[in-house]
């Protein structure tokens, strides 16, 4: 946000911030070192507000739960955005130095009064209102977010409807203020930040830039593309048009995780040639015609990965990778010598300091200093530099260091693209548990005694209508395809919701069901909004009595 | 944000000592190059004042106090090795051994030794002394509970409870010689609360709660502490970058502890990074 991809604050801060906005986070199981800083917040006497469609473990630790319908979350912060606006909470010193765009904004939000958020949104016009006068009243704040807020087709913009919020408020660039989005796996931060994004070089330095092109030609000594290439979403959109013929896939299993995914094999399938890397026969390499056995990144190999606080961090080989696995690092080497380019045998701190080389915000973190002090957040620029807790103190300074003041964002709710039906009329979203990992390819190798395995949590009284009781089983259909799995009656899931896990591919594959709808500056596909139908198979009830508890929605003003 | 460091002065066995207001009696020994033994002490826990083996004399406090939980104050005078410290240590040691079995305490048996414990002197021909003697719980694959090995400290509760965890999944049930770490009503670790990050068996001192992979493995004779090396990493699964150590034997991970004292873990961590790490040597990849 506001040109640099990382979350603005540290895991320290929020042991001390007043106020937490968790907003489509289940932090509590899908980050939980994070949550332990979380709750020492809490015991410190933070208050925090979870919104999140479902009654989530994180959310029973909030002070008040949100439980917005899915994908009405840009309705909700300009409500917030609007009732802050309105009561006069808002920071005008921060906003006139320090901000762009606010007129604009102010007019935009206009719209969504209080009441017209309950209607979309289905949170209580009070509740919305206390969450904005708390956090915008608060000394210092925190709004944190996941997937709940970036698996939607406007992701972009639900995110930009946070950060509006925090520039509102001049909740960031500060102590214990700040926007967080944690990050899903250990090196999703550092991946982009070490340029493996389709627009960026490393460091966030963007190739459309003809000052960044010209270093990074200049240090390769030849030419570089000047156009952003492909991400993943417009990969399969190029194989399904053919512009693509061959793929090269590390560490990532498409055919369990891609949305729509009977139409993502499909794909894959008519690939004429299909290279995957990984440390395991993933679906994916099941389908490949080469598979490259790799080394396990953080058991087996020397490196570095980067945290949600943006701490760079060495990972250590412990054992030896077994058969003819091999380091990434060699693979790709060796890859590129048969294509005949000799890139030499480099150690991993080699690596590394070619890119310090190259990225500023990367430039003070010696391969010793990693060692020796346990981590170092960016940027660090050079090696007097401690690194930094928080991005973005600019904002604060008299002269904004020289940058242009952060731009408001015009964000309006549009919702899930796909609507509700007669047809299709409950809503499936999909998350994280406790013990499970992505496809579960890694997670399925322990025997957790808490597997969620095959289920689809439902409302008892959705049930209760479908004549439906817990564990029975059920075939679920959404527009693409249909899964059978079992139910799993939960009064903390709002009635017209479903939700599942997608850990266990090969129990449900709930990726048949979900919905391809991308998000276009993103990439990212609405997993977290289809339309779906549940139908009870005939003759298998489990006799299992629904329980007399109507919605979680009782719970919603404690 | 600004702190004023307070300093405050001490004598500790006749050595003046200077550290900052707030610090206990045992980082102020520890900072004097004193070593102290403790039990139910842990760096990322806050003291409760269980187990008494930490204690020492304070000129004008009638009985001894547990260093772990009591800050210096101003011109202190404090023993650490006098007879009556090394008296009451000794007998504590005895007493816990003599009920107890402290064989993986590894830490204590160095103390037992230096403080010339012996546990059975309590335990004569006519009167044997009473020890706890039961069967190791086993109930699911990642944890065993074994209670003749454990010494009541507290601090798998305190890391379930508000230190760590949040999920208050066991407390002590009972009085006197039945108290005992229980779940909710006695139920199989699997019905209870638990969440099974591991967090209580990072901080058992005595083995009593352990992972079931080195319970097994003991139990084969084939855990070999000293041919164990520690390996420092960041786990995979997700983006918090916890640290991991990884412990290893014979190339092959064993066991998966994390640093008390950094700042992104405070030495706890969840179930995936407790046990997640198993996909790495399953028969498949070896």
């Known amino acids: 946000m506001f040109g640099a991809g990382g979350g603005t604050s540290s895991y320290t801060e929020v042991e001390q911030t007043d106020v937490v906005l968790l907003w489509g986070s289940n932090a509590r199981e899908a980050h939980p070192i994070y949550f332990h800083h979380l709750l020492k917040g809490l015991d410190n006497g933070a208050r925090m507000y979870a919104v999140d469609p479902r009654r989530t473990s994180s959310a029973k630790f909030a002070d008040a739960w949100l439980g917005l319908n899915v994908g009405t979350d840009i309705a909700l912060a300009n409500a917030v955005g609007r009732e802050i606006i309105a009561a006069g909470l808002h920071d005008t010193d921060f906003i006139a130095h320090s901000t762009q765009g606010f007129d604009d904004y102010e007019a935009a939000v206009e719209q969504y009064t209080l009441d017209r958020a309950e209607e979309i949104t289905g949170v209580p016009a009070h509740a919305i209102a206390e969450m904005a006068h708390d956090y915008a009243s608060a000394d210092t704040a925190q709004i944190l977010w996941t997937l709940g807020i970036t698996e939607h087709h406007n992701a972009v913009e639900n995110v930009l409807s946070l950060c509006n919020l925090a520039l509102l408020t001049g909740h960031v660039g500060r102590w214990g203020s700040g926007l967080v989005p944690l990050r899903g796996q250990n090196n999703v931060q550092g991946g982009g930040d070490m340029g493996a994004l389709p627009n960026k070089f490393p460091g966030f330095q963007d190739v459309e830039d003809p000052v960044s092109l010209a270093k990074f030609e200049t240090a390769y000594n030849m030419s570089l593309p000047d156009k952003p290439g492909l991400h993943l979403t417009l990969m399969f959109e190029a194989m399904e048009q053919g512009a693509i013929k061959g793929l090269y896939v590390i560490g990532e299993n498409p055919a369990d995780s891609e949305a729509d995914v009977a139409h993502a094999r499909k794909l894959l399938d008519g690939l004429d040639i299909l290279v995957v890397q990984d440390i395991l026969m993933t679906r994916t390499a099941e389908m490949a015609d080469v598979v490259l056995p790799a080394a396990v990144g953080w058991a087996e190999s020397e490196g570095t990965v980067t945290s949600s606080e943006r701490r760079v961090q060495r990972v250590r080989a412990a054992v030896p990778p077994p058969g003819e696995a091999r380091q990434d690092t060699d693979i790709i080497g060796d890859l590129a010598k048969r294509l005949g380019v000799d890139w030499g045998d480099p150690t991993p701190e080699d690596l590394w300091d070619e890119l310090r080389s190259l990225s500023p915000m990367h430039a003070g973190m010696s391969w010793d200093r990693l060692e020796s002090e346990g981590g170092l957040q960016w940027p660090c620029m050079d090696e007097d530099d401690p690194g930094s807790i928080f991005l973005h103190g600019w904002l604060w300074a008299d002269d904004l260091e020289g940058r242009d003041p952060a731009p408001f964002s015009v964000c309006h709710h549009e919702g899930p693209k796909e609507q509700l039906s007669d047809e299709f009329p409950l809503r499936l979203t999909t998350g994280r548990a406790l013990d499970s990992y992505n496809t579960g390819v890694q997670s399925g190798g322990y025997a957790s005694p808490i597997r969620y395995g095959d289920g689809i949590d439902m409302n008892p009284a959705d049930a209760r209508q479908l004549g439906i009781c817990d564990g029975d089983r059920v075939r679920m259909c959404s527009p693409r395809g249909s899964v059978e799995t079992c139910v799993r009656i939960q009064p903390d899931i709002p009635r017209g919701l479903t939700f599942t896990t997608f850990h266990f591919p090969e129990l449900v594959d709930i990726n048949q069901l979900t919905n391809p709808e991308w998000d276009l500056r993103s990439g990212t596909a609405e997993f977290k909004a289809a339309a779906v139908r549940i139908e009870r198979m005939a003759s298998t009830h489990v006799n299992n009595p629904v329980p007399d508890v109507d919605s979680a929605t009782e719970f919603a003003d404690g | ?286």
């Open chain 2, 1 to 286: 944000m600004t702190i004023t460091e307070v300093s405050v002065n001490l004598t500790i066995n006749g050595q003046a000592v200077s550290v900052p207001e707030g610090t206990s009696i045992h980082k102020a020994c520890e900072s004097a190059g004193i070593e102290t033994p403790t039990l139910c002490w842990a760096e990322n826990l806050t003291p409760v004042n269980a187990c008494r083996v930490c204690v020492v004399e304070v000129e004008g406090s009638r009985a001894l106090v547990p260093s772990c939980a009591r800050a210096v104050e101003d011109q202190m005078v404090v023993q650490t090795d006098s007879p009556r410290v090394r008296h009451s240590r000794k007998m504590v040691l005895e007493f816990l051994g003599s009920s107890v079995d402290l064989s993986q305490a590894t830490d204590l048996a160095e103390w037992m030794r230096h403080y010339g414990a012996d546990p059975d002197r309590y335990d004569q021909p006519d009167l044997p002394a009473e020890r706890i003697s039961e069967e190791p719980k086993i109930q699911d694959d990642l944890y065993i509970r074994d209670y003749d090995k454990c010494v009541l400290c507290y601090k798998c509760v305190e890391a379930c409870g508000d230190d760590a965890q949040h999920t208050f999944a066991i407390a002590v049930s009972g009085r006197g010689f039945d108290a005992r770490i229980s779940t909710e009503f006695d139920t199989v670790l699997p019905d209870s609360a638990c969440v099974y990050c591991g967090n209580c068996i990072g901080v058992c001192p005595t083995g009593a709660i352990q992972f079931k992979t080195e319970f097994d493995m003991r139990a084969a004779g084939e855990w070999r502490p000293d041919e164990q090396e520690v390996t420092t990493t960041v786990c995979s699964f997700c983006g918090v970058g916890c640290n991991l150590e990884l412990h290893t034997q014979d190339d092959r991970i064993v066991k998966v502890t994390s640093p008390a004292d950094h700042s992104v873990t405070h030495g706890h961590l969840c179930i995936k990074g407790r046990f997640g790490w198993q996909y790495v040597q399953p028969p498949t990849r070896r």
